[in-house]
């Protein structure tokens, strides 16, 4: 029997909130090391007052924004973030192929900017394939890496 006659499908087993938790955790101190790093260099390469600008501004837009650029890039070519390959997950579309570019930036705008709500939403508003909300908006799911991605019969399975 050739390989086109068989037709078995594959399987897509969706990562863990768990694994997702601690892969985001993962990029959450990656990246906010580098953010800090950069704003506290840059203010005191400007002679500015640091502490006056932590005070008054916060550091969250700028954060938001590195997450934000960091989790379109990575995972648009990739598939993966520093925190995602570490525990072998991935982004990929219903249909477990490579995102679109608007589907990342989706999913990635919720969890730069939104993640509490974006989670909590996602938590009640619930489906069987344990997306936040703006997963299942930008049409995104993080699986776990086990098995070939190629095939085009594909059958959705929890981890």
């Given at each position: 029997m050739s390989n086109s006659d068989n037709f078995d499908v594959s399987k897509i087993i969706l990562a863990k909130w768990k694994d997702r938790f601690f892969a985001w955790l993962i990029d959450f101190v990656i990246i906010s090391l580098i953010s800090t790093s950069i704003v506290f260099l840059s203010f005191l390469s400007l002679s500015h007052n640091f502490e006056n600008f932590i005070a008054d501004n916060g550091m969250y837009v700028?954060?938001?924004?590195?997450?934000?650029?960091?989790?379109?890039?990575?995972?648009?070519?990739?598939?993966?973030?520093?925190?995602?390959?570490?525990?072998?997950?991935?982004?990929?579309?219903?249909?477990?192929?490579?995102?679109?570019?608007?589907?990342v930036i989706v999913s990635s705008f919720g969890k730069s900017f939104l993640l509490p709500i974006d989670i909590i939403l996602g938590l009640?508003?619930?489906?069987?394939k344990r997306q936040r909300i703006f997963n299942k908006l930008g049409n995104t799911l993080i699986i776990k890496i086990k098995e070939s991605e190629n095939d085009s019969n594909v059958k959705i399975f929890k981890d």
């Open positions: 700028p954060t938001s924004v590195m997450f934000f650029l960091y989790w379109i890039i990575l995972e648009y070519k990739t598939g993966q973030t520093i925190g995602k390959k570490i525990f072998n997950l991935k982004i990929t579309n219903n249909r477990g192929e490579k995102p679109s570019l608007i589907g009640i508003i619930t489906n069987e």
